[in-house]
């Protein structure tokens, strides 16, 4: 079966780095584009982008331009996605989640959820 | 970015009742939408996409329309489990963008 599992949670101070993985098991890893969400406590979904697991391209809402890299190993069938100069804003959790198109296009539309992990970013 | 507005912001409801929450787009996006349904600490499932295709395995209860800028999602006989938080989400241009989430409380 479909699993995208994360990596746990982080605390993390003003101004430091986190990344967090995905690794993903029960399918073609490079056959599906997988995306990085985060929902802020209380809040709603805000998507932040994409990587093509194949080629390793990848695309970012302008939001996370400079900011946020994802990348991935395909020896080991995992995503990561790291994000820089955190602040308290970036307190969330988040995911990944599998496209549900093949990755000839990315349809946006995600069918597999990773758990989630909690990111907290503390002065 | 394209603006995404759900109404009602939350409602409650009955078991056995039909429920209709809609979703605004602010440009036209076609039929490039999704709903997903959310449970406390759990990950969004997806329940429609395409604006009107049921994922598989969702009950058929679940229905969507709409195509353009208005869309639909139909729950036409509530069951206890499906007292949650719903999300429609667009993909027809970047960045992919949610609307504020509808929540669905028991009665």
């Known amino acids: 079966q479909v699993q995208l599992v994360q990596s746990g949670a982080e605390v993390k101070k003003t101004g430091a780095s986190v990344k967090v993985s995905c690794k993903a098991s029960g399918y073609s890893f490079i056959g599906y584009y997988i995306h990085w969400l985060r929902q802020a406590p209380g809040h709603g979904l805000e998507w932040m982008g994409w990587?093509?697991?194949?080629?390793?391209?990848?695309s970012y809402a302008q939001k996370f331009q400079g900011r946020v890299t994802m990348t991935r190993d395909t020896s080991i069938t995992t995503a990561y996605m790291e994000l820089n100069r955190v602040i308290s804003d970036d307190t969330a959790v988040y995911y990944c989640?599998?496209?549900?198109?093949?990755?000839?296009?990315?349809?946006?539309?995600?069918?597999?959820w990773g758990q989630g992990t909690l990111v907290t970013v503390s002065s | 970015d394209i603006q995404m507005t759900q109404s009602p912001s939350s409602v409650s409801s009955s078991v056995g009742d039909r429920v209709t929450i809609t979703c605004r787009a602010s440009r036209d996006i076609s039929s490039w939408l999704a709903w997903y349904q959310q449970k406390p600490g759990k990950a969004p499932e997806l329940l429609i996409y395409?604006?009107?295709f049921l994922e598989s395995g969702v009950p058929s209860r679940f229905s969507g329309s709409g195509s353009a800028t208005d869309f639909t999602l139909t729950i036409s006989s509530l069951q206890p489990e499906d007292f949650a938080t719903y999300y429609c989400q667009q993909t027809n241009s970047f960045p992919y963008t949610f609307g504020q989430g509808t929540k669905l409380e028991i009665k």
């Open positions: 990587i093509h697991p194949n080629s390793g391209g990848t």
């Open positions: 395409a604006a009107s």
């Open positions: 989640a599998r496209d549900s198109h093949g990755t000839d296009y990315s349809s946006g539309f995600v069918d597999y």
